[in-house]
């Protein structure tokens, strides 16, 4: 006899799983699940072709309990999207171990829940969309790598024409001989013992050391960032791209790109020497086709200071000649006033206030932290002072558009015949301070008929687009 080498072969592990009936029809199957649930048997499991009505039932299957897990997650989500948002925003500068960023913009609380409320929502999204995934997962015990019922041959019909019940043996009242013959008492054609060969639900050898194995690459690149952020290098840099690196330009105000350098005299791509070429004969700046200087700038033509007038520091800025009167394209009337009226109280009043005080809603809040020594906000002029009741038309339009010291230009958002018609108002404004009784402006005039012609005057002075 040829001897044999000793080394004993590993014992595959088998495990006995439980019984497999097999029914013919969905009527058995259900008979007999629901006789198998009476008998007090918990851990079953049906296998259908198609879906069978009631089978739930039958088995006993109580709901899922999936919803109660995203409800939970849900709401865990509600807590992390409201309190990081008012850790980063709000009043914490103090806060232990990590301060926040303590944002303060434009006046705006630092605090306010309506605008933490997308955030919050998306995040509740992400994360009840993760637990019901990864629960639904977790619930079916999911991923299972091997099935030993697709082993059996029989199970094979159970995508066909065959209905199956299986009984696991960890049911707490499982016995050998006595659940098997409940199955075949129960209607079964055939009852399948079910062994698993638990070698089979082992990973394949080589997946463990590869998985290592690419762990430990993956951590190779963050770990060489690293290495390089900490040290000197007195290499070059890499270029990837080295068209992009180094393209032929030149920057703005500097002399043109030499084509050669000759013995001599180098030659320039431009002929006069400079990098920048000078405009398009013909070509117009951005704003400044309008040459109508009354209507677009709100001076008298040509008395626009040049350049270098006042240019000694100790100079008062010496001023064009403005306009003391409306430019011929701005029409007066009842239609300019409500349209002024429309656009202050739109892009003027939240810092200067309804009635022209500087007393707007963003001025009031922004003063208060100036208070609280959290500001440096320089109070909003009053439109009634007397230096601004003073100033030309021109004059004002002018603040509207380029702004004047600390206020922001406003030429960007409202259209000259806007800009006018806010002048007009703001005329108006000032009339309602100064006029005299008797006295009549056109803007006076104005608001007379428009008070008059308006049911509700209060309404239609706080009006609003
Ligand atoms: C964001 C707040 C804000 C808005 C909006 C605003 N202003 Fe002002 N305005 C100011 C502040 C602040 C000053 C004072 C500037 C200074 O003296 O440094 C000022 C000053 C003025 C002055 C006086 C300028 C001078 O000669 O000293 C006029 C006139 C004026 N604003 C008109 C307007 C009009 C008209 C609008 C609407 C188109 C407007 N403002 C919108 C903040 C605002």
């Not at 997962?137 to 091997?146: D, G, I, T, V, Y």
């Not at 180094?246 to 790109?257: F, G, R």
Request: hydrophobic fraction near 40%; glycine fraction near 8%.
């Amino acid at each position: 006899m040829a001897h044999r080498s000793s080394a004993p072969e590993s014992e595959p592990e088998i495990r006995f799983l439980g019984y497999l009936a097999e029914f013919d029809t969905t009527r058995k199957l259900l008979a007999a699940c629901n006789q198998i649930r009476q008998a007090g048997y918990k851990k079953t499991d049906a296998y259908t072709p198609f879906p069978v009505h009631g089978i739930d039932g039958a088995l006993g299957i109580k709901r899922t309990k999936l919803p109660f897990l995203v409800l939970g997650v849900g709401l865990v989500a509600v807590a992390v999207g409201i309190g990081m948002q008012w850790y980063v925003n709000g009043p914490t500068e103090d806060f232990w171990p990590f301060p926040g960023y303590t944002f303060r913009i434009g006046g705006m609380p630092e605090w306010s829940l309506p605008a933490n409320i997308p955030v919050t929502f998306e995040i509740i999204v992400l994360l009840s969309a993760f637990a019901t995934f990864f629960g639904m997962w977790a619930f079916n015990r999911l991923p299972q790598l091997s099935n030993p019922l697709f082993r059996l041959d029989r199970f094979k019909r159970v995508t066909s024409d065959r209905f199956f019940l299986m009984i696991d043996s960890d049911d707490p009242i499982f016995d050998e001989t006595q659940t098997r013959e409940q199955l075949e008492q129960a209607g079964a054609i055939m009852v399948e013992r079910v062994d698993h060969d638990m070698s089979d639900a082992k990973l394949p050898g080589f997946l463990k050391p590869l998985t290592v194995c690419m762990l430990c690459l993956a951590l190779l690149p963050p770990a060489l960032i690293y290495r390089a952020r900490g040290m000197t290098n007195p290499e070059p840099r890499l270029h990837a791209v080295p068209d992009m690196d180094w393209q032929d330009k030149s920057k703005s105000q500097t002399v043109s790109p030499l084509l050669e350098v000759a013995a001599t005299t180098p030659t320039f791509l431009f002929g006069d020497g400079r990098a920048m070429r000078p405009d398009v004969a013909g070509s117009v700046a951005w704003g400044e086709l309008s040459t109508d200087d009354r209507f677009y700038r709100g001076y008298e033509p040509g008395t626009f200071p040049t350049a270098d007038a006042g240019s000694d520091e100790n100079d008062v800025k010496p001023e064009p000649q403005w306009l003391t009167t409306f430019p011929d394209e701005v029409e007066i009337g009842d239609d300019l006033f409500k349209r002024g009226q429309n656009r202050y109280n739109i892009y003027c009043a939240l810092c200067h206030g309804y009635a022209g005080y500087g007393d707007g809603l963003v001025t009031r809040r922004a003063m208060s932290l100036n208070i609280q020594g959290k500001g440096a906000w320089t109070q909003t002029k009053s439109l009634h002072d007397p230096a601004v009741v003073a100033q030309p038309v021109g004059r004002l339009y002018d603040t509207i558009s380029n702004g004047r010291n600390s206020m922001g230009p406003y030429r960007a958002q409202i259209p000259e015949a806007d800009r006018w018609a806010i002048v007009f108002y703001l005329k108006a404004l000032q009339a309602t301070n100064t006029a005299k009784i008797g006295e009549t402006t056109a803007a006076v005039n104005s608001v007379d008929a428009v008070v008059a012609g308006s049911k509700n005057t209060d309404k239609d002075f706080g009006e609003r687009e």
